[in-house]
Each structure stands twice: as C-alpha cells, then as structure tokens.
C-alpha cells in the first residue's frame, strides 16, 4: 500500500513537472513573439509628444478602488489631430492634466501607440518571462518535494 502511495505521488509530480515545462515553453514563445513584435513597432514608429488633456477614471470591481487612465493628443504631420487613450492603468499621481507624455504611433494606424517608458514598451515581453521563469523554477522544487518530502513523514 506504502509503495502505491510513493508511486502515485511520483506519478503526480511527473504530470505536474511535465504540464510546468511545457508552460515554459509556451510562454518562452510568447515572450520572444511579444519581442520582436515590438522591436518592429518600435522601427517603424514615430516618437511624438503629447499633452495629457485628462484623466479618465473608471471605478473597479474592487471596492473603493479606481483605476485611471491617461487621456493624450498629438498632431500628425498632416494637422489631423488624434486623441488616444491609454489601456493600462495608472495610479492617481503618475500622470497630471497638462503634462507632457511621449508617444511612440505607427504612422499606418495613429490609434495604435506606447507610451515612451520602458514598463509601458515592454509590460507584456516581462510578464511572459516572468511567468515563463516561475514555472521553470517550480519544477526543481517538486523534485525537492518529492525526494525529501518522503524522509519527513
């Protein structure tokens, strides 16, 4: 019955190591897409600056907690005014009405931007190599469970 037990728990953290590495994999590969995706933008957008004309607030499922959202305007070089509206939160303080903001747009689509800071560039590259980490690291660790977690019963 012991052995059966032992066995189980091998199998469980073999299932659980294997489903790991592949989450790895997969965001290994989304963090490389995510990338070169925005070292393309990058190359083939214009650096602007804007002026912040608002701050949009949105109250969130949390309670008393509400997001913000920086609210900008730039000029193309055609005089066509565009008015863009961040889709990352940001805390109340980060940005003020009147403030100057850069802005990177791709000239095809104008809608289409970052913000020139390097968390707002690169947010979503980060996020999958974090993650992608994590689950490197947990597979390591089951494998400590798993030898030395039976020496401790």
Known sequence: MNRE????????????NKYL??????????AVAMFFKTRIFLENAVKTDD??????????????STSYFPVAEYT??????????????A???????????????????PHVFRINKFSR???????????GGLALLAI???LFILKFGRMLR
């Open 140 to 142: 390591p660790f089951n």
């Open 76 to 89: 193309l070089p055609e005089g066509i005014v565009v008015r863009i509206k961040s889709s990352m939160v």
């Open 51 to 64: 002026r912040i004309i608002e701050i949009a607030s949105k109250a969130s499922p949390s309670p008393n």
């Open 121 to 131: 560039i690169w947010f979503e590259t980060i996020v999958c190599c974090v993650l």
């Open 5 to 16: 037990r032992v066995d189980r728990s091998r199998n469980t953290v073999g299932r659980i």
């Open 21 to 30: 590495l592949i989450s790895c994999f997969v965001f290994v590969i989304v």
């Open 91 to 109: 805390n109340s303080d980060s940005y003020k009405k009147d403030d100057n903001i850069s802005v990177y747009y791709d000239p095809a689509q």
